[in-house]
């Protein structure tokens, strides 16, 4: 299972500025913007738990939790559902942590998992009435629409996960295309071209919106 979430590739792509980008930057409200710190902080806790340290590994858990969560969220767009798969992602980190190629960083190993698992998990809700899972988005985000255009949302919720998870990453974690490119297992030009089409899905989605 977590050989899936390592080895799937992703595809994206990106033009400058354009409605997605000021649109996006009213909709970070709602997450945290906390850039990953030193290789060498990971690596000593790391080291540590795989040493019999169980400890070590709350430090990582404390860490990255709020970024693991943004992610999770912006792709599922429900904060149980995102907080259900969290807990899915670091529960594989635990177990499997011993496989980290450590001459990596080990931020980009757990963005990875963190996107491919929420995709999959959103991709597991497709069975679900799009309506009842629109209403459902209005709902939950209800504050965070106020402050911004509660068209985002529901544009949002017609992409696919893989869409969503890459618009995310660019426009609301602000990783460039190098980090999502490392995130997402593939080179940048591939990322570039699929940012492009995603954001282009995103702005036709956006303007059938009625205001």
């Known amino acids: 299972m977590l050989d899936a979430d390592l080895q799937k590739e992703g595809a994206w792509d990106?033009?400058?500025?354009?409605?997605?980008?000021?649109?996006?930057?009213?909709?970070?409200?709602?997450?945290e913007h906390a850039r990953p710190e030193t290789l060498d902080e990971d690596s000593i806790q790391?080291?540590?738990?795989?040493?019999?340290?169980?400890?070590?590994?709350?430090?990582?858990?404390?860490?990255?939790?709020?970024?693991?969560?943004?992610?999770?969220?912006g792709v599922l767009l429900d904060?149980?559902?995102?907080?259900?798969?969290?807990?899915?992602?670091?529960?594989?980190?635990?177990?499997?942590?011993?496989r980290?190629?450590?001459?990596?960083?080990?931020?980009?190993?757990l963005f990875r998992i963190a996107v491919n698992r929420s995709i999959?998990?959103?991709?597991k809700r497709r069975r679900r009435p799009l309506t009842v899972e629109?209403?459902?988005?209005?709902?939950?985000?209800?504050?965070?629409?106020?402050?911004s255009d509660p068209r985002i949302y529901a544009a949002l919720a017609l992409l696919k996960p893989d869409d969503?998870?890459?618009?995310?990453?660019?426009?609301?974690?602000?990783?460039?295309?190098?980090?999502i490119a490392e995130t997402i297992g593939t080179n940048v030009n591939a990322t570039k071209t699929?940012?492009?089409?995603?954001r282009e899905k995103f702005r036709t989605r956006y303007q059938e919106e009625p205001d």
């Open 100 to 109: 980290f190629d450590r001459r990596a960083r080990f931020s980009t190993w």
């Open 164 to 179: 969503r998870a890459l618009l995310l990453l660019y426009y609301w974690e602000e990783l460039s295309l190098q980090e």
């Open 120 to 123: 999959q998990d959103s991709r």
């Open 46 to 73: 790391i080291e540590r738990f795989l040493n019999g340290d169980v400890r070590a590994f709350d430090g990582l858990y404390s860490k990255y939790y709020d970024k693991v969560y943004s992610i999770a969220r």
């Open 194 to 198: 699929r940012l492009y089409r995603a």
């Open 134 to 147: 629109l209403m459902e988005v209005q709902q939950k985000e209800a504050a965070v629409a106020k402050q």
């Open 14 to 31: 990106v033009t400058q500025g354009g409605e997605l980008a000021s649109n996006s930057r009213m909709v970070s409200v709602a997450f």
């Open 79 to 98: 904060a149980e559902e995102a907080a259900d798969t969290v807990q899915e992602v670091f529960t594989l980190v635990h177990r499997h942590l011993y």
